[in-house]
């Protein structure tokens, strides 16, 4: 089940307030793509070790949640920066 357009609406980074959107399948493959390559860490400095099968992303496109079964994680130790990834 997808996440609620009524849920998206209210949710924010934890961190910045800024709202959040649907992260789209294109950058999803490219962050993936990098996950798989082991290229990316959590804010708390841990690799990410596998790959993402939906996320989030902050209208600023600063910061990535991961969702896992359909919930959100959106604790800041967890968020994934978007200025580690290349070519994102």
């Known amino acids: ?3 609620s357009n009524d849920l998206l609406e209210i ?9 959040i959107e649907m992260l789209d399948s294109e950058r999803l493959e490219k962050l993936n793509r990098q996950v798989q390559a082991g290229a990316v860490k959590y804010a708390d400095g ?3 070790d ?10 600023d496109d600063q910061t990535i949640y991961r969702i896992d079964d359909d919930i959100p994680v959106m604790l800041v130790d967890k968020a994934i920066a978007v200025r580690q990834l290349s070519d994102f």
């Open 1 to 3: 089940m997808p996440i």
């Open 46 to 48: 841990a690799a990410v």
């Open 50 to 59: 596998k790959p993402l099968q939906e996320a989030l992303i902050t209208q």
């Open 11 to 19: 949710l924010c980074c934890p961190n910045t307030k800024v709202p």
